[in-house]
């Protein structure tokens, strides 16, 4: 008989629901993804439902129920520190109290309740241990180190972990206030973006920059030689305000902040100085990254590392791990946030509360929700779109003559993809070896800042030929979370940011055969099996989930084509 565990992360930000059948996969999901408001924390109440739906199973079929975090603990550490620096906390104070007292703090019973799981089927694991669960349980690794950094869980920022058949190891552990993530996040709100949004946006503008900051940014977090940080709290407030996460001193330091939504020029003096701080806060985090990682070596002899937490979704930082530090392999799982954490949950269950069997999970890039293409079809032929439903192979050839035309495609195959990064599931496709493609799709399809880069998916038996990938690097690369240097800049100028580097996706036929396929079709008429991958959505939206949301996307967008498992949708219709 099957045995069932059902992981749920969320009221923070990021809310997701994986659900694993005798400790494999079955599905995985964000909330958002459902609920269509980005970065959804709410409970994950209909990520959780359908995976459940998907696997043909209900609530008492399932043998626990695990929770991400502490609440409790995690009150604890708001309530205290707010105390603490009261009375300048009195408005966080306020704010977070009536939050707690009337709806975080109950997670329990709220399960209950809205998924009606029985109480004594509900587990709680730790924060930080979630994430390293979601990343060395979710490795090909039976022994590795792990490291889990992010904003905070409970109380911890930072965790070192040993992995092995036991289990999960702490080793050591840094607290709150002090923190890699908070500090990120704090220069992402400087710089005029968005938190847990648009820290992505920071490291994409830092190569624009130059590091001429860092002496500066290490007086305000200051490295120790043992992999240990400190923030110097009086240039940041994120401990005891509720809208401002650094202070005055901070702009008496560096300068006045960005204003939100102003245009990035780099070629103004102004913006010149924003790109240099984010470059000296990315550099400054690589070097708090690799100090980390070479202590954690020191530590546990492993030459094989885990990494998990929302700072491993810094791809640049985890090239620099890879090449400074002492590890020799590397391994990010793809929703290494705070959705990966339902994942993290549930593998912690099956293998440390239930003592199930390590098995290989079968992490793959899609384990969301699909639609059938009858659904598909119907629901074009009631929209009077314009489109033509095609075989397998006819499908793959005409994808990639559009591609070699240069039309910008939406392409949505299969079931959504696990994490933030568009895969070959949910994406909009183009010609990477055209150089105007990016300003194009940045100002024509996307809506979304000039600056931005795309990442280039190549085969992954030919990625040598195009980036210069760390040894080491294989597993991030699949997974989209590895920054690498462009052999040559001239071939995919579209997907090669300004510095010569390039966030690059490596595609597997086994993992992803319909794009492998793809590729193989792009390279017989473009020379290059690489295609320029980037998520389908407009900004500020989710990625879509659904065909019906696909096409309401591409009909807003300056998309040229869509693919829609096998029909393939042109401009036209009744609506034009």
């Known amino acids: 008989m099957s045995r069932y565990v059902l992981g749920l992360s969320g009221l923070y930000h990021d809310s997701g629901a994986a659900l694993l059948c005798d400790g494999k996969i079955v599905a995985a999901a964000n909330e958002e993804r459902f609920s269509r408001l980005k970065h959804d924390s709410s409970l994950p109440v209909h990520a959780a439902r359908w995976c459940l739906s998907y696997a043909g199973v209900k609530i008492e079929d399932v043998e626990l129920v695990a929770w991400y975090e502490k609440p409790l603990r995690k009150f604890e550490r708001i309530l205290v520190n707010q105390i603490l620096e009261f009375p300048r906390s009195f408005t966080a104070f306020r704010r977070s109290t009536f939050s707690w007292l009337t709806d975080k703090l109950w997670v329990r019973n709220r399960l209950i309740k809205e998924l009606g799981v029985p109480a004594s089927r509900l587990v709680f694991g730790e924060h930080h241990r979630s994430h390293a669960a979601s990343a060395f349980y979710a490795s090909p690794w039976t022994d590795a180190a792990v490291l889990t950094v992010d904003g905070v869980g409970e109380w911890a920022t930072t965790t070192l972990y040993q992995g092995g058949g036991e289990g999960l190891a702490a080793r050591s552990e840094l607290r709150f206030p002090h923190s890699i993530g908070l500090m990120y996040s704090a220069f992402t709100a400087y710089l005029g973006f968005a938190v847990n949004d648009g820290e992505y946006k920071v490291m994409g503008m830092a190569p624009y920059g130059r590091p001429r900051f860092v002496d500066e940014i290490r007086r305000v977090f200051r490295l120790g030689d043992d992999g240990a940080f400190e923030v110097d709290l009086d240039y940041f407030s994120w ?24 245009d990035f020029d780099p070629k103004r003096p102004e913006d010149q100085r924003f790109a240099d701080i984010a470059a000296s806060v990315q550099q400054v985090t690589e070097d708090a990254l690799v100090g980390l990682a070479t202590r954690l070596h020191r530590d546990t002899g492993q030459r094989r590392l885990c990494l998990a937490g929302g700072v491993a979704l810094n791809s640049v930082a985890n090239r620099q791990i890879l090449l400074r530090s002492p590890f020799e392999e590397l391994f990010v799982q793809p929703a290494a946030g705070d959705a990966g954490g339902a994942l993290g949950a549930a593998l912690w269950a099956w293998n440390e509360v239930l003592g199930g069997p390590r098995v290989d999970v079968g992490l793959v890039p899609g384990l969301g929700q699909a639609s059938p293409d009858e659904q598909t079809g119907e629901m074009l032929s009631d929209l009077k779109a314009h489109f033509e439903r095609l075989d397998d192979d006819t499908l793959v050839e005409r994808a990639a003559e559009d591609v070699a035309d240069g039309k910008v495609l939406g392409w949505v195959q299969g079931r959504f ?17 055209r150089a105007d493609m990016r300003d194009r799709i940045n100002a024509r399809v996307k809506y979304r800042e000039l600056f931005r880069p795309f990442a280039p998916s190549i085969r992954a038996d030919v990625a040598h030929r195009y980036v210069d990938l760390p040894a080491g690097g294989e597993q991030p690369a699949q997974w989209m979370l590895l920054v690498a240097p462009v052999k040559d800049p001239e071939i995919l100028p579209a997907t090669t940011h300004v510095d010569g580097t390039a966030r690059v996706q490596t595609v597997y036929e086994a993992q992803n055969p319909r794009y492998h396929r793809l590729l193989d079709a792009v390279e017989a008429r473009t020379g290059h099996p690489a295609l320029l991958n980037t998520s389908f959505n407009l900004k500020g939206e989710p990625m879509v989930s659904s065909p019906v949301q696909a096409y309401a996307t591409f009909k807003r967008s300056g998309l040229d084509v869509l693919y829609l498992g096998n029909f393939r949708v042109e401009r036209g219709g009744v609506d034009g």
């Open 417 to 433: 993809e696990w994490g933030p990064r568009s895969l070959g599931h949910r994406s909009i496709l183009a010609d990477p070896r």
């Open 239 to 262: 401990h005891w305000s509720a809208t401002d996460s650094f202070t005055e001193k901070l702009v008496a330091l560096l300068g006045p902040p960005r204003f939100p939504g102003e």
